[in-house]
Antibody, heavy 117, light 106 residues
Framework: EVQLVESGGGLVQPGRSMKLSCAAS????????MAWVRQAPKKGLEWVAS????????YYGDSVKGRFTISRDNAKSTLYLQMNSLRSEDTATYYC??????????WGQGTLVTVSS | EIVLTQSPTTTAASPGEKVTITCLAS?????MYWYQQKSGASPKLLIY???SLASGVPDRFSGSGSGTSYSLTINTMEAEDAATYYC?????????FGSGTKLEIK
């Protein structure tokens, strides 16, 4: 069974940094692209970033480009999102998703990041 | 950036009723993906490559379209279909989602 478990969310002050993790199991992690998708409270889905199998290629949404970094450790089957210079508008539930050729086929339960002083 | 405009924003249907949700793209896309998100839950993939049903999705759901116009149809509404539905494209960067259609049961 595919499982994606996010961690690392919480309350952070504007301008500070935070790193999210996503532990994957139930599939060969290195065989799949992975992604982060976020959802602000009561709002729609927003793609944040995707990463290729070995991490050699990364893709970012315009609102996070230059501030967020997606990475992966295939030996640990773990996906990461380093978030710097956080803003109030980054407040959201962050979902880890397996980015298959057929779309986001599997999603984690999400971790809430609140950016506030 | 390709903007995806969904309509309606909110709608309600009675059990057994047919429901159609439309997604218009600001530029032509080659494929559309559809997700269902129930209250308090993570999104779930429904349709990929415009018209293919994801694993385990009931066949009352279907997708169609091409170019800039795509649609998701629920042939016979059931109470469990009450949710918010999102379209999504990655024909060009950045990947974008529609703003969502909230479907309620009458």
């Amino acid at each position: 069974e595919v499982q994606l478990v996010e961690s690392g969310g919480g309350l952070v002050q504007p301008g500070r940094s935070m790193k999210l993790s996503c532990a994957a199991s139930g599939f060969t992690f290195s065989d799949y692209y992975m992604a982060w998708v976020r959802q602000a409270p009561k709002k729609g889905l927003e793609w944040v970033a995707s990463i290729s199998y070995e991490g050699s290629s990364t893709y970012y949404g315009d609102s996070v480009k230059g501030r967020f970094t997606i990475s992966r450790d295939n030996a640990k089957s773990t996906l990461y999102l380093q978030m710097n210079s956080l803003r109030s508008e980054d407040t959201a539930t962050y979902y880890c998703a397996r980015h298959d050729t057929i779309g986001f086929a599997y999603w984690g339960q999400g971790t809430l990041v609140t950016v506030s002083s | 950036e390709i903007v995806l405009t969904q309509s309606p924003t909110t709608t309600a249907a009675s059990p057994g009723e047919k429901v159609t949700i439309t997604c218009l793209a600001s530029s032509s896309v080659s494929n559309m993906y559809w997700y269902q998100q129930k209250s308090g839950a993570s999104p779930k993939l429904l349709i990929y490559s415009t018209s293919s049903l994801a694993s385990g999705v009931p066949d009352r759901f279907s997708g169609s379209g091409s170019g800039t116009s795509y649609s998701l149809t629920i042939n016979t509404m059931e109470a469990e279909d009450a949710a918010t539905y999102y379209c999504q494209q990655w024909s060009s960067n950045p990947l974008t989602f529609g703003s969502g259609t909230k479907l309620e049961i009458k």
